[in-house]
């Protein structure tokens, strides 16, 4: 939710640049394209952000090596660009474990999605930590209800914290009341979870029942990521067809773009990156002809389609931008604080029952 903001406190020589806010004052994808490209011919250029007020983040890969036939080895996939100049500020690998501060955000990223562990073990273990947690959720609230009537006036107690509580009624009174305040946003953030991460496994298949998501032409292309095919036209140009081929507005700017060489297509965005809503309008194009492939907008499609739509701004908090992301971040806080409140309550009532084991 704010990891570019911390990321740009602590690394400010990465994303260093001298344009003004002026979208006009940079020099363009492809231009940005072939500073990476002149300065290391090994590299392929694969997503290009477009703003004008911080450096391009831009991301690359190893291109096939002739005398081997596999990727040249790098030991990097990010690299950073003034956008009013093309100079390269720096470059770093994003995810790898690591204290250094070039690489402590991605990492902390990285774990958060994956435990930084190899293939794809770690997003199945944390989109199945996403779905026990989706379902405690229920569990948790169904155990704060009353056992007798009235049911809401009972029910109000487990909402509140008791005053001049002992420390363990205190404990108890937060775990129970934040669970229940917090409910709603905690049940987002695990759903959303799930499908980050069994998108096709859980999410899809669950959400299909109620109402079909739409499947997207361009990322059900064949691949082969052993012979990657060269674009016929460049960055620029991809940006300008796609534009055309998808009818969009001239004062709707591009956000950024990337190219999969491994289909032989772009993928172009459109409108402002980060702004709150559903997010941006994505248009694919073919790579070599330049047909139109698929056009995906926010807010359009089936209600699978826009329920998928939400929950990357639902998870990160962009939904409804600076409000929806605080609630977010201390959301990620109380969950913490309610991890440790429910062991604390473990571990008293395991005390008690061994306690209650004891011979007299």
């Known amino acids: 939710m704010f990891q570019r903001e911390i990321d740009q406190i ?13 979208a006009s004052a940079s020099i363009g994808p492809s231009a940005i394209a072939s500073a990476i490209e002149t300065a290391d011919p090994r590299l392929r250029t694969r997503w290009i952000p477009l703003e004008s007020h911080v450096a391009a983040d831009v991301w690359v890969e190893p291109r096939i090596d002739p005398a081997t036939g596999v990727p040249y080895v790098i030991d990097f996939n990010q690299v950073f660009v003034d956008p009013a100049t093309g100079a390269i500020n720096g470059r770093r690998a994003y995810g790898p474990p690591t204290l250094n501060p070039v690489g402590l955000v991605p990492f902390i990223d990285m774990f958060h999605r994956t435990l930084s562990l190899p293939g794809l073990w770690g997003t199945w273990i944390m989109g199945l930590v996403a779905l026990f947690w989706a379902f405690d959720c229920f569990v948790g609230a169904w155990l704060t209800f009353p056992r007798g009537r009235p049911f809401l006036s009972r029910w109000k107690t487990a909402w509140t914290i008791k ?69 016929a036209f460049g960055f620029d140009e991809a940006v300008a067809r796609a534009r055309a081929l998808a ?11 990337y190219y999969a060489a491994e289909i032989g297509g772009y993928g172009v965005a459109f409108g402002e990156a980060y702004r709150p809503g559903l997010g941006v309008t994505w248009v694919y194009i073919d790579a070599i002809d330049g047909h139109l ?28 931008g600076l409000p929806t992301r605080l609630i977010v971040f201390f959301a990620g806080l109380a969950t913490a604080g309610l991890s440790i409140t429910g062991v604390a309550i473990y571990v008293v009532k395991r005390r008690a029952r061994t306690k209650a084991k004891r011979p007299r």
């Open 163 to 231: 005053k001049g509580a002992s420390p363990v009624r205190l404990n108890m009174d937060l775990h129970r009341a934040g669970g229940l305040w917090l409910w709603g946003v905690l049940l987002i953030i695990a759903v959303s979870g799930v499908s980050f991460n069994l998108e096709h496994q859980v999410f899809e298949p669950v959400v299909s029942m109620v109402s079909p998501i739409s499947e997207n032409a361009f990322e059900h292309l064949p691949m082969d990521f052993a012979r990657p095919k060269a674009p």
């Open 293 to 320: 492939i698929e056009v995906t907008r926010p807010a359009h499609g089936t209600g699978g389609d826009v329920f998928a739509q939400l929950q990357l701004p639902l998870h990160s908090g962009q939904i409804l």
């Open 10 to 22: 602590i690394n400010p020589g990465l994303w260093r640049h001298s344009a003004p806010t002026s």
């Open 247 to 257: 009818d969009i507005p001239a004062d709707v700017a591009s956000s950024g773009l």
